[in-house]
T-cell receptor, first 113, second 113 residues
């Protein structure tokens, strides 16, 4: 049974700091991994999707990496801003179950001005 | 391009009642997935519909059911409501291929009294 873990559960950093969020999964037979952010009272916003054959994806100040063999992914946020404050979730899917995502519990990020 | 639309945004019901939630996907998306989000269990997959057929199913009791119409809009029904069904119900749509990201609506907040 696939399990996804995110550590830490909460993180507080000063504005401008670079930071890394971690995601680990127990079954390496994934098809892709997706990172989302969720603002309070809102749905999820897709940030990055990494296919199992890829090692990383970048979008603006965000960079996500994937190491299937070790069951790990990281989300790197450069030059953090107060607007980055949100809960960040990672989710994995298997190839034959495209619509079924298995989520971690999330990391609640607070960026202080 | 309009995003995923979920209605209603908020619902209050009492135990034993039933409820129907609606989800309109992004235009052109054929896959609709439903998730339940609670503070204790996090995000859990309910089911996925693709071209009007249920393609994947999570581990929820039969009180939770869904359907998809020919225009890809989807409804989720919960019968005989229990206090534990109080949650944020999120719908996500995608093109339906496993290498495509899922896009989420803002959810329906269901409260059971």
């Amino acid at each position: 049974k696939q399990e996804v873990t995110q550590i830490p559960a909460a993180l507080s950093v000063p504005e401008g700091e670079n930071l890394v969020l971690n995601c680990s999964f127990t079954d390496s037979a994934i098809y892709n991994l997706q990172w989302f952010r969720q603002d309070p009272g809102k749905g999820l916003t897709s940030l990055l999707l990494i296919q199992s054959s890829q090692r990383e994806q970048t979008s603006g100040r965000l960079n996500a990496s994937l190491d299937k063999s070790s069951g790990r992914s990281t989300l790197y946020i450069a030059a953090s801003q107060p607007g980055d404050s949100a809960t960040y979730l990672c989710a994995v899917s298997r190839g034959n179950q495209g619509g079924k995502l298995i989520f971690g519990q999330g990391t609640e990020l607070s960026v202080k001005p | 391009k309009a995003g995923v639309t979920q209605t209603p945004r908020y619902l209050i019901k009492t135990r034993g009642q039933q409820v129907t939630l609606s989800c309109s996907p992004i235009s052109g998306h054929r896959s609709v997935s439903w998730y339940q989000q609670t503070p204790g269990q996090g995000l859990q997959f309910l089911f996925e519909y693709f071209s009007e057929t249920q393609r994947n199913k999570g581990n929820f009791p039969g009180r939770f059911s869904g359907r998809q119409f020919s225009n890809s809009r989807s409804e989720m029904n919960v019968s005989t409501l229990e206090l534990g069904d109080s949650a944020l119900y999120l719908c996500a749509s995608s093109l339906g291929h496993s290498n495509q990201p899922q896009h989420f609506g803002d959810g329906t907040r269901l409260s059971i009294l």
